[in-house]
């Protein structure tokens, strides 16, 4: 039978307070890396949203380009027709030239809306385009101040987690080699890191358990460490 004080075992109350702190502490700490890898998702998600729109505008510009082309070579047909119908010979040569130049007109008109609509879209795509950048270098911002804040959490839980595991090793000099193994070995199998669990009314509020009489009696003596027979934590009389 491990032999206890009340004072060694309000030194393990204060040893499992410490390190339920710490432990929640390097929680937070572990989803510092996720919150990051978030930010970094975000603005690498808004940047390829740009860059299709980009890739639309080009498409447009080159859509247009065609279309220029194509105007080009449609005036340049409708000249030629134009100095052929200068020297034609006969009417029926006449008539069908000057269908042909009315066909290639019609064309042309037929381009030229199309290049105005191909304008339009352009416009458009910059103008998204430019309100979207704008709106990337806020996210930007916002996401490096993000970064820094987070950085700046992540350092100061260090920083505690560091002077909380100073107070560990302090506390636990003020603990026999026993007790320590034994409080390290039922943390260890506890499901909540939480080694120690109080007893109120004969109850292990650990488990909710109902601890026999004589335990229960045995317990208030604060002389021996007792384990709850169901949870198997440290049991201490609590009671408040
Ligand atoms: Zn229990």
């Not at 978030?38 to 860059?51: P, Q, R, Y």
């Not at 034994?182 to 120690?196: E, I, P, T, W, Y």
Request: overall charge negative; hydrophobic content about 35%.
């Amino acid at each position: 039978m491990t032999a206890i004080t009340r004072a060694q075992m309000e030194t393990l109350m204060n040893l499992q307070q410490i390190e339920i702190q710490r432990m929640e502490i390097q929680k937070t700490l572990d989803k510092v890396a996720e919150k990051i890898a978030g930010f970094d998702k975000e603005l690498h998600d808004f940047a390829k949203s740009i860059s299709k729109e980009k890739t639309l505008l080009d498409d447009s510009k080159a859509r247009y380009r065609d279309l220029e082309e194509q105007v080009h070579v449609n005036t340049a047909l409708i000249a030629k027709i134009e100095e052929k119908r200068r020297s034609v010979k006969t009417n029926k040569e006449y008539q069908s030239l000057i269908k042909e130049e009315e066909q290639l007109r019609t064309r042309k008109t037929q381009i030229e809306d199309e290049m105005l609509e191909c304008m339009s879209e352009m416009e458009g795509l910059s103008e998204k385009i430019k309100s979207q950048e704008e709106e990337f270098r806020q996210v930007d911002d916002q996401v490096t101040s993000d970064k820094e804040a987070v950085a700046k959490e992540a350092s100061e839980s260090e920083s505690r987690i560091n002077d909380l595991s100073r107070e560990v090793a302090s506390v636990e000099a003020e603990l026999t080699p026993e007790l320590l193994q034994a409080f390290a070995r039922v943390k260890k199998m506890s499901n909540d890191g939480k080694a120690l669990a109080p007893v109120r009314n004969s109850i292990c509020l650990g488990c909710h358990m109902n601890i026999p009489p004589q335990m229960y009696n045995e317990l208030q003596r604060f002389d021996s460490l007792k384990l709850c027979p169901f949870c198997n934590r440290i049991l201490y009389w609590d009671n408040s």
